[in-house]
């Protein structure tokens, strides 16, 4: 069964500060999404990270995927107060085959101080 | 119309009584999903459908039924409704099932179970 894990699971920071949110899978997959969600608002995509090695980079945020630790990665860099959201990682649940059907963490709410 | 939508944007509901969530999309995507977001356990997939006329159970399929009569339509079904289906659930579409494709997601319907 495949498990994705987040951590940290809840994060305060100020604004101007970097950190890097983890997300673990316990599966082999090389497909990996990041979500971002407003409180009360649907889920808007991020990146889609397609192969081992893959990095996207977006504004501040910036995601990577290293298949062979079965982790990825979004670091946020000189964060802003807009980046408050909870953010979360899917992975594809059938390595090898074709249908996209997505485990989800359970997200980590980002808060940005100033 | 652009994009997804869903129908009712939230619902308080007997237990005991059918009912159905609706999600239409005009993206002429082929994949189509039910997910439902429970505080703490992230977003859990409920069926699927890789394009019109079939149809498949996701990872918490029980207690709900789907249906794809044409592309732009994907019903959800609750036969009788208990208060564990309290939840938010989302509609998203992809291109197709293939898990390169990002997935879309609709704005929700809230749903209480009394």
């Known amino acids: 069964e495949l498990k994705v894990e987040q951590n940290p699971l809840f994060l305060s920071m100020q604004e101007g500060k970097n950190y890097t949110i983890y997300c673990n899978y316990s599966?082999?997959?090389?497909?990996l999404y990041w979500y971002r969600q407003d409180p009360g608002k649907s889920l808007e995509s991020l990146f889609v990270?397609?192969?081992?090695?893959a990095v996207k980079q977006e504004g501040r945020l910036m995601a990577s995927l290293d298949t062979k630790a079965r982790l990825s990665t979004l670091h946020i860099t000189a964060a802003v107060h807009d980046l408050s959201a909870t953010y979360f990682c899917?992975?594809?649940?059938?390595?090898?085959?074709?249908?996209?059907?997505?485990?989800f963490g359970k997200g980590t709410k980002l808060s940005v101080k100033p | 119309i652009a994009g997804i939508t869903q129908a009712p944007t939230s619902q308080i509901l007997a237990a005991g009584r059918r009912m159905t969530l609706r999600c239409t999309q005009d993206?002429?995507?082929?994949?189509m999903y039910w997910y439902r977001q429970d505080l703490g356990l992230g977003l859990r997939l409920i069926h699927y459908?890789?394009?019109?006329?079939?149809?498949g159970k996701g990872e918490v399929p029980d207690g709900y039924s789907v249906s794809r009569a044409n592309t732009d339509d994907f019903p959800l079904t609750l036969a009788s409704a208990v208060p564990s289906q309290t939840s938010v659930y989302f509609c998203?579409?992809?291109?197709?099932?293939?898990?390169?494709?990002?997935?879309?997601f609709g704005p929700g319907t809230r749903l209480t179970v009394l």
């Open positions: 998203a579409t992809s291109a197709s099932s293939a898990s390169w494709n990002e997935q879309f």
């Open positions: 599966t082999t997959s090389d497909r």
């Open positions: 990270l397609l192969s081992n090695g």
């Open positions: 899917a992975v594809d649940m059938n390595y090898g085959g074709s249908q996209g059907n997505l485990i």
């Open positions: 993206m002429r995507h082929n994949a």
């Open positions: 459908s890789n394009t019109a006329g079939t149809t």
